[in-house]
């Protein structure tokens, strides 16, 4: 059966050369030694990130992956000042549609945006889209301390409705007094923390927020047509659409119950999760319809991935939409030939 996952990421030598010569500096923030030695032994060289033509089609060959919807991973130009983001945001999804283009069987794309100007941010997303061919946009973290339900950002998601694209939510870096008050402990390590504040909860806490409050914001009231994407089974707020429902529903001013939304107009991928008893919350909470599949490719290489759905307890069709058709409706993909 046909396979697409979504959340695959890689980076390009020429966008990061760029960004480096205008910051002049790493796209992380400031990181203890042991931080940044555990980040460099086991995050992904800038070679295997970089690569489209080796490593990677052989991980998708070998696990029956058809296609990849890329997008960029850490060192990309989203949250740059705008006077230099716009332009590194126009040759990142440049370098993006050649890729795509060159081999269209394999690959889509997601677009970088310069988000610190919504208009220009708008304006490059007609622009990909429309004249590169690219499938939607991904978003990293928030911008400048706002999450992206700041009616600063609105023309974006105004954009991504009238064209019907989704926008993937994905987690980033959180702030530093954030990430110490909720994971710092002199009982434990600096790597500890960090991990504890990243990929191992505090990302997903906090972008789990930032779809939360696109939800309350009333967004989905003013772009009923809107479509976001949320990874990592939903970053915690599958599990509290029932209670967010009994407690906000009297006072957020909605139309609808949260979950209505949720269960509408958000989609929800493992981004390499691979584990069954997510997989079956997710499905009686979502329905397969919202249900995508992803591997956080090369930052997650699970043994499993070419296995987990063909295991699992699903149906042919279950299967069949998470496998590849969903995708290709929101994505806007070709199907099957």
């Not at 991980?59 to 705008?82: A, E, H, R, T």
């Amino acid at each position: 059966m046909k396979t697409i996952t979504v959340e695959e990421h890689f980076e390009s030598q020429l966008v990061t050369d760029l960004m480096t010569k205008v910051t002049g500096k790493p796209t992380v923030p400031s990181l203890s030694e042991d931080m940044l030695t555990y980040m460099r032994t086991t995050l992904p060289t800038s070679a295997i990130m970089q690569d489209v033509t080796k490593n990677r089609l052989n991980f998708m060959d070998q696990n029956d992956i058809d296609m990849q919807i890329l997008s960029y991973g850490n060192s990309q130009p989203q949250n740059m000042d705008p006077k230099f983001s716009i332009d590194i945001c126009r040759v990142a999804n440049n370098e993006l549609a050649k890729i795509v283009n060159e081999n269209p069987d394999r690959f889509g794309g997601l677009a970088v945006l310069p988000v610190g100007d919504p208009q220009a941010a708008a304006t490059e997303l007609k622009r990909v889209v429309e004249d590169l061919g690219l499938n939607g946009v991904l978003f990293k973290g928030n911008y400048g301390g706002k999450y992206f339900d700041d009616p600063f950002f609105l023309p974006i998601f105004q954009m991504a409705s009238d064209l019907d694209v989704p926008v993937y939510f994905h987690p980033s870096f959180i702030p530093n007094d954030i990430a110490q008050h909720y994971y710092a402990n002199d009982n434990w390590s600096d790597v500890v923390t960090g991990i504890l504040s990243s990929a191992g909860f505090g990302w997903h806490m906090d972008v789990g927020i930032q779809v939360m409050r696109m939800i309350i914001s009333g967004i989905f009231d003013k772009l009923p047509n809107l479509k976001l994407v949320s990874g990592h089974w939903g970053e915690l707020i599958p599990m509290f659409l029932e209670r967010l429902d009994d407690e906000l529903t009297p006072y957020a001013g909605l139309k609808h119950p949260f979950s209505t939304y949720y269960r509408n107009n958000v989609y929800v991928t493992p981004s390499g999760i691979l584990a069954e008893p997510q997989l079956r919350f997710i499905l009686d909470e979502m329905g397969a319809d919202h249900l995508l599949y992803s591997i956080d490719y090369p930052y997650k290489t699970p043994e499993n991935s070419g296995t987990f759905l063909e295991t699992a307890r699903l149906t042919d069709e279950q299967r069949e939409k998470i496998f590849h058709k969903n995708a290709e409706t929101i994505f806007h993909l070709k199907g099957e030939k």
